[in-house]
């Protein structure tokens, strides 16, 4: 019994130094054991590891790549029965991490989301994605049958042992949708109970966004087409 923190870095040095004490003294609130995982890139890019040594948490280098493949491998290596990632760029306050651990364990779901587009949710990200993020959504909700306000962060708490039971092919930030809709198809009743606390969204401390907008919007439109189809066939 615990929580697995899961952090997918990409020369994110910096911003771990300054989340990783608070994610400590966030996820020690619960009252649970716990583990910090950080993924790294596949070759090292800064020096992440050491930063991980001062601060007790697991370094990992991804075993496949992209974001997809770090999330895997993520889900490879937890060992614990709650799954907890967030964003290792400053976006996702550790602050929220008690509320989403109490509605995970309170209303018994199958994911919590930090949510931005739920009551008292906020995002300070430019205009231009905010607007792409509702256009998404929005799809995805309506094609997938996802009852969630926020399906594109991956703020969230899932089962361990549920996600280890998942295959995921997506490569990029899709598997976010992915990962939703095959927790759905392998429950008996086909329904995944997801619970959304509202979170504020920041801008990341240190660094620049590694999202391309075009490759994303493709990356996107081409999964949408395939987890339609996965949806209609049932697996």
């Given at each position: 019994?615990?929580?697995?923190?899961?952090?997918?870095?990409?020369?994110?040095?910096?911003?771990?130094?300054?989340?990783?004490?608070?994610?400590?003294?966030?996820?020690?609130?619960?009252?649970?054991?716990?583990?910090?995982?950080?993924?790294?890139?596949?070759?090292?890019?800064?020096?992440?590891?050491?930063?991980?040594?001062?601060?007790?948490?697991?370094?990992?280098?991804?075993?496949?790549?992209?974001?997809?493949?770090?999330?895997?491998?993520?889900?490879?290596?937890?060992?614990?029965?709650?799954f907890l990632?967030?964003?290792?760029?400053?976006?996702?306050?550790?602050?929220?991490?008690?509320?989403?651990?109490?509605?995970?364990?309170?209303?018994?779901?199958?994911?919590?989301?930090?949510?931005?587009?739920?009551?008292?949710?906020?995002?300070?990200?430019?205009?231009?994605?905010?607007?792409?993020?509702?256009?998404?959504?929005?799809?995805?909700?309506?094609?997938?049958?996802?009852?969630?306000?926020?399906?594109?962060?991956?703020?969230?708490?899932?089962?361990?042992?549920?996600?280890?039971?998942?295959?995921?092919?997506?490569?990029?930030?899709?598997?976010?949708?992915?990962v939703l809709?095959?927790?759905?198809?392998?429950?008996?009743?086909?329904?995944?109970?997801?619970?959304?606390?509202?979170?504020?969204?920041?801008?990341?401390?240190?660094?620049?966004?590694?999202?391309?907008?075009?490759?994303?919007?493709?990356?996107?439109?081409?999964?949408?087409?395939?987890?339609?189809?996965?949806?209609?066939?049932?697996?």
């Amino acid at each position: 019994m615990g929580i697995s923190v899961i952090l997918l870095a990409y020369k994110e040095e910096e911003n771990l130094k300054v989340l990783l004490p608070q994610i400590i003294d966030n996820v020690k609130k619960t009252g649970e054991e716990y583990e910090i995982l950080v993924i790294d890139t596949a070759e090292p890019l800064d020096d992440t590891e050491g930063v991980c040594k001062t601060f007790g948490a697991r370094y990992i280098n991804q075993e496949e790549p992209a974001f997809g493949g770090a999330f895997k491998t993520g889900i490879k290596y937890a060992e614990m029965d709650k799954f907890l990632i967030l964003d290792s760029d400053g976006s996702h306050n550790p602050k929220y991490i008690p509320a989403i651990y109490e509605k995970f364990m309170k209303e018994n779901c199958d994911v919590v989301i930090g949510s931005r587009y739920v009551e008292g949710g906020k995002t300070n990200d430019a205009k231009s994605s905010i607007v792409m993020s509702h256009i998404l959504n929005g799809m995805f909700r309506l094609f997938l049958g996802i009852k969630a306000k926020d399906i594109s962060t991956d703020y969230r708490m899932y089962h361990t042992e549920q996600l280890k039971k998942v295959s995921l092919t997506c490569r990029n930030y899709d598997v976010l949708q992915e990962v939703l809709l095959r927790l759905r198809l392998n429950k008996e009743d086909k329904k995944l109970k997801i619970g959304e606390v509202p979170i504020e969204f920041d801008k990341r401390i240190y660094g620049e966004s590694k999202r391309r907008l075009l490759p994303f919007i493709m990356s996107y439109i081409k999964t949408l087409c395939k987890l339609t189809v996965t949806r209609m066939v049932g697996k």
